[in-house]
């Protein structure tokens, strides 16, 4: 299909865009060509990647942005590594410095501060040039999970207390250099990491990405031509700035403030404040954690990056949920933190457990609630259960760590249930660890999987359920647990009833039996752990619900024919009371 | 001026003036790249202690020179330079790289002791362009401060490698006499202190430059055949020398046995165990029987016990002689891999102490079949303490240590000396007070030599030391001794002293004894340590009278010991009675 642009506005000579016009067709079969190649990355990642976290929870992150790093496409991954992306992308072409880049070149950037997450989510990026270019006229990221660059423990880190203790490194380093590897970065990589062909297959699962979407661009721009093509960009992004204004400008506006307390911070059992002033006007939508905590001792600052990407999950979600992101979406959204503050860390404050960004999605929410108590739900299970274990495995006689992020209940909506058990809100799209991956890959058996009854929040509309997990482990190792919400319940709306919060109860029925949160448990052969994750908070005064619904509940197992009588008011027939 | 009657077996035919010439412009080469490093390095450890080597290779990686340094560390550079060329490849060293190696297992020491070495290429004038003749090696080892291991300063407690810093298996930092950029940068990223790590790595490179320009004017000087003859004649001399130092030692073979206190992990004592076997040919060190790895860092890597075999040997063979390849011609080292003095990965091996007991269990295993020849056991370790904190002038990061002098062993026909350098680092410096405490938080209240702490007998064991220190900011205080639970032998008859004691917190309800560990320390907090003087040899009743009544003169001795273990009554010091 040759360009279906208007002769008659086609750049002025010398080039630019200046004046170009599309017709919105080619502007939306351009787009789509962009989103398309970004789901060829995605494919091609998922394809080719070596650790589990990446293929099959999708603990990942891909966009495209232009030669200004203007986010023009995304793929689906991981909700708060896509902001992510947007963040250290520029801070990564701002120290490598553009004029250092060159076609070919890979850069590797995971220095926390300007990676908007920890180390071991390794942010790869390429500038895209055309045959013959000599500027970039793209940029492509993608980040993903490594397992290990050799931090202070293996698998993950729970109690650091700086930066350094926290991986290897890397401030934005050319891995590919003229589209020749760079040798010695590799070897530094392969040194310096536990599980050194996890981590070098990732990184060329990536690299491949790129290249995947670097052929793609190149066909896009050759097939359209570069006017057409930036042309289609900049009306992608006015109208997704056009978009976004219009959905900011039928939000009541006001300020409102909520407050929420994380677990500890893994080196002592404080628990820690998190505060946020959500104001509304009529072409700013503003998310201030002015009065959280100063930074902690332990892992669980947040870098300022890493803040503004849960603000844009939160506040896509709420503006233009159904619209394919771009830089415009995100116009009306400021953020501020303090620096030095729990939300915005500086070195060498230790970063490592990014709980805290999950458990800041529902603070902002809860703060819209109050203004907005028609749009939004209650807390859900009010964080991701993360489990991991860490063991030496008896087939291979080499080291193996593999986690999965538990379902939680979704929080209860003005006019619907929660579902439940899912996926936190904050990373929806990715996916939990399958069972026998688990047990092939680790020394787990999972003697149970099932959804706890009368574990959702009552009310007139029902949190969703968490579950339930009973876990024998096989081989001897480490289990470790990284949830943050364990001792405050799910927040409920508008007189509906908190479920009971996360627990991890470690050795069940013995004389050891405790309850843990974020903790490395070493484990024997024959011990058992119980993980129960929470429900969501129920919305409205459960006397309200629809006894048909309650009966139903029951039938179904979510509610018990006690609650049902006892909180609902609902008498079930023939059901013995459990 | 040569007697051809003197010429070593297999030597060249070079006159012995000119090879002496030659050797000393060598030495004097290595001695100059010593001054450069002493001149440029950015850390006390390198400028005050000395804790570096630098050696000086032909182009078959034999060594021809060395200057004093820190004595293990230059046998190490022999086995780190064998294995960094073999990792990088002959064929990819070219004119003017440095390769920056420290990998534990390769680099026979622990990561923070950096191995920088350079090829020399001796330029063709008729291709200025080229590489040239590759014609010698350089190799200078120096402690760097901080390489982002687990903890800032030291580390005590580390089980595994990637617990211990940044690792290199043999990167280069500069490439044909272009620094590096990207390692220059990862190590700034990498370490807690990147302004003292980067001078210290610069210091390393002039002083290797240093080192480049003399051997070239060495080789302009006296022509490439006369110097390589000359290599050759120094070489074989070495050897000559050491082979008839070896023909006169008794033949035989005898075992010792000791014990490091802990490996920083558990309580538990470590086996140390080595069997020295003499032959007319052969100096055998075989380490079977000691500990398998254990799970702290106590572990050594092979290259470093090979250097301290070499530390033993040279000094029983050649003492008075500069080093060379030759010199150590006849050592065999013996050690079964995963042991204790033999680390594989990922084994950790961060605190090298093993090395500095078990030169005095060398020693000890000899001094069997050579008790004429040796001194009873110094006060068998280095007592190391470091202050880690942020300084209040600058409001940075500070880790300044000292190794602390304890007193040598009775001989068999004179005293051990008193407060000074252990033996395995005998070139070695304390850490001035006057360094220490401009650049930590320690005031030193007392510092002394510490009377009747040398073993008594008819040569009494020189005095340890003791020091009284007192904060006055906030931080951490380490010490790494691991001797202090058993004491120093003695010979002959001779006593056994008290062993090296850390006291921490004394006179309050806290005080308490430590080893190796890392204590919190506030200001007002003191901490004394006492070191170990050395084992007595013979006899204390068969002291010299007079020696007695000196020693309690000068205070080595108290007037009580004289009476009660020499025998010796002390006139008008009754008062003076400890």
Request: net charge negative.
């Amino acid at each position: 299909m040759p360009p279906m642009a208007d002769p008659t506005q086609r750049p002025a000579a010398g080039g630019g865009t200046a004046g170009v016009q599309v017709d919105g067709a080619t502007a939306e079969v351009v787009r789509s060509y962009l989103v398309a190649t970004a789901e060829e990355m995605r494919a091609a990642l998922v394809r080719t990647a070596f650790n589990p976290v990446i293929y099959e929870v999708h603990d990942f992150g891909i966009s495209i942005y232009d030669a200004e790093l203007r986010l023009v496409a995304e793929s689906t991954g991981l909700s708060r590594f896509l902001g992510a992306n947007d963040y250290s992308i520029r801070k990564g072409v701002e120290y490598v410095g553009r004029e250092h880049l060159r076609p070919g070149d890979v850069v590797l950037l995971n220095y926390p501060y300007w990676n908007a997450a920890h180390a071991y989510d390794a942010t790869l990026f390429s500038p895209v040039f055309l045959p013959d270019g000599d500027r970039p006229v793209a940029f492509l990221c993608i980040r993903a999970h490594w397992m290990d660059l050799g931090a202070k423990d293996p698998g993950y880190v729970l109690d650091s207390t700086d930066m350094h203790q926290e991986g290897l490194i890397f401030p934005g380093t050319k891995v590919v250099s003229g589209g020749e590897p760079v040798h010695q970065i590799l070897e530094l990589i392969r040194f310096n990491s536990r599980m050194p062909e996890l981590v070098l297959g990732d990184l060329h699962a990536q690299i491949a990405a790129l290249r995947t979407g670097e052929r793609r661009l190149v066909e896009v721009y050759r097939r359209f031509g570069t006017a057409v093509v930036e042309a289609s960009i900049a009306q992608a992004i006015e109208a997704g700035a056009a978009a976004a204004a219009s959905a900011v400008a039928t939000l009541p506006r006001g300020s409102w403030t909520a407050e929420d307390w994380l677990d500890d911070d893994g080196i002592t059992d404080d628990p820690i404040r998190m505060k946020c002033t959500v104001t509304v006007t009529g072409e700013e939508f503003i998310v201030d954690f002015t009065g959280s905590s100063p930074a902690v001792p332990g892992p669980v600052n947040l870098p300022l990056g890493a803040t503004i990407a849960t603000c844009r999950v939160a506040f896509k979600a709420i503006t233009t949920p159904f619209e394919q992101t771009n830089a415009g979406h995100f116009a009306p959204l400021r953020v501020k933190a303090e620096p030095g503050s729990l939300f915005y860390a500086q070195y060498p404050a230790a970063t490592f457990t990014q709980w805290t960004g999950t458990v800041a999605l529902e603070l902002i929410y809860r703060a819209l609630a109050q203004g907005m108590p028609d749009r939004l739900p209650a807390s859900s299970g009010g964080d991701v259960p993360g489990f991991m274990m860490v063991g030496t495995h008896p087939d291979t006689g080499q080291l193996f760590a593999v986690s999965n992020n538990d379902a939680v209940g979704w929080g209860a909506c003005p006019d619907h249930d929660g579902i439940g058990p899912a996926n936190h809100l904050a990373q929806t799209q990715a996916r939990n660890t399958p069972v026998e991956v688990l047990e092939a890959r680790t020394g787990m058996f999972f003697e149970r999987l099932e959804i706890r009854t009368d574990s959702g929040g009552a009310g007139r509309f029902r949190g969703g359920p968490g579950l339930r997990r009973d876990i024998r482990f096989v081989t001897p190792g480490e289990f470790l647990t990284v949830i943050k919400k364990t001792k405050s319940r799910p927040w409920a709306l508008a007189g509906g009833r908190e479920p009971e919060p996360n627990q991890v109860v470690v050795f069940p029925g013995t004389d050891r039996e405790r309850r843990v949160s974020t903790a490395r448990t070493t484990v024997r052969p024959g011990d058992r752990v119980t993980l129960l994750t929470a429900g969501g908070g129920g919305h409205g005064d459960p006397r309200l619900r629809d006894p048909a619904a309650v009966r139903e509940d029951v039938a179904e197992g979510y509610v018990s024919a006690r609650a049902a009588r006892e909180i609902y008011g609902v008498e079930i027939d023939g059901v013995v009371s459990a | 001026m040569t007697d051809a009657g003197t010429r070593p077996a297999g030597a060249p035919a070079i006159d012995g003036a000119t090879a002496e010439v030659v050797r000393s412009y060598l030495l004097s080469a290595a001695e100059e790249m010593r001054a450069t490093l002493i001149r440029t390095s950015f850390n006390p450890v390198i400028y005050e202690v000395h804790d570096f080597g630098m050696s000086m290779y032909d182009a078959d990686l034999r060594l021809i020179a060395e200057a004093t340094g820190m004595a293990f560390f230059l046998g190490a550079n022999d086995y780190s330079l064998r294995k960094g060329v073999e990792y990088v490849g002959r064929e990819n060293l070219h004119r003017g790289d440095v390769v920056l190696l420290n990998y534990p297992y390769w680099n026979a020491a622990h990561a923070y002791d950096a191995t920088l070495f350079a090829p020399v290429f001796r330029p063709d004038p008729n291709d200025p362009e080229a590489d040239g003749e590759l014609v010698a090696f350089l190799c200078i080892r120096a402690h760097w401060m901080d390489l982002g291991a687990k903890d800032p300063g030291y580390v005590l407690d580390s089980t595994d490698v990637h617990q211990e810093g940044l690792l290199f298996p043999g990167t280069k930092v500069v490439s044909r006499g272009e620094p590096v950029h990207e390692i220059h940068e990862l190590i700034k990223f990498n370490s807690r202190m990147p302004g003292e790590v980067l001078g210290d790595l610069h210091a390393q490179i002039a002083a290797l430059r240093t080192g480049e320009r003399r051997f070239l004017e060495i080789l302009d000087k006296f022509g490439k055949p006369t110097v390589d003859a000359a290599i050759e004649w120094i070489i074989a001399d070495g050897e000559a020398r050491v082979r008839s130092a070896l023909a006169e030692l008794p033949k035989g073979s005898w075992t010792a046995e000791d014990w490091l206190d802990d490996d920083g992990i558990t309580d538990d004592p470590i086996r140390m165990k080595c069997t020295v076997t003499v032959t007319d040919d052969e100096f055998t060190v075989d380490f079977t029987g000691s500990s398998p790895a254990v799970p702290g860092p106590v572990n050594m890597p092979f290259g470093a016990t090979e250097a301290i075999c070499k530390v033993v040997f040279k000094a029983l063979t050649s003492a008075d002689q500069p080093t060379n390849e030759g010199s150590v011609a006849p050592l065999r080292v013996i050690a079964e891999p995963g042991t204790l003095f033999h680390a594989v990965y990922p084994q950790p091996t961060f605190t090298l102490w093993t090395g500095i007991v078990a030169v005095e269990l060398i020693t000890k295993a000899l001094a069997q079949g050579m008790p004429d020849r040796l001194p009873a056991s110094s006060g068998g370790d280095v007592p190391g303490f470091m202050m880690v904190g942020t300084h209040p002038d600058t409001g940075q990061l500070f880790a300044v240590s000292n190794n602390e002098v304890i007193g040598w062993g009775g001989a068999p026909d004179h005293d051990g000396s008193t407060a000074l350098s252990h033996v395995s680092g005998s070139t070695g410096r304390v850490t001035p007070v006057e360094v220490l405490e401009a650049r930590t938080g320690m005031f030193f209240e007392r510092w002394e030599i510490r009377t009747d702490s040398g073993g008594a007998g008819r040569f009494r064991g020189g005095c340890g030391t003791r020091r009284d220190i007192r904060f006055v900011t906030p931080g951490e205080f380490l010490t790494v001794i691991k001797k202090t639970k058993s004491r120093p032998w003695a010979l002959a008859g001779g006593r056994e002293p008290e062993p090296n004691q850390v006291v921490v917190f004394p006179g309050t309800d806290r005080e308490h004894r430590v080893s190796t560990t890392r204590t919190r320390v506030e200001p007002g907090d003191r901490i004394t340590v006492l070191t170990a003087g050395g084992g007595g040899h013979g006899d204390p009743r068969l002291r010299d009278p007079a020696a007695v009544r000196e020693d309690v003169a000068e205070g080595y001795v108290s007037a009580r010991a004289a009476r009660e273990i020499y025998g010796v009554a002390i006139e008008d010091t009754d008062a003076a009675d400890g």
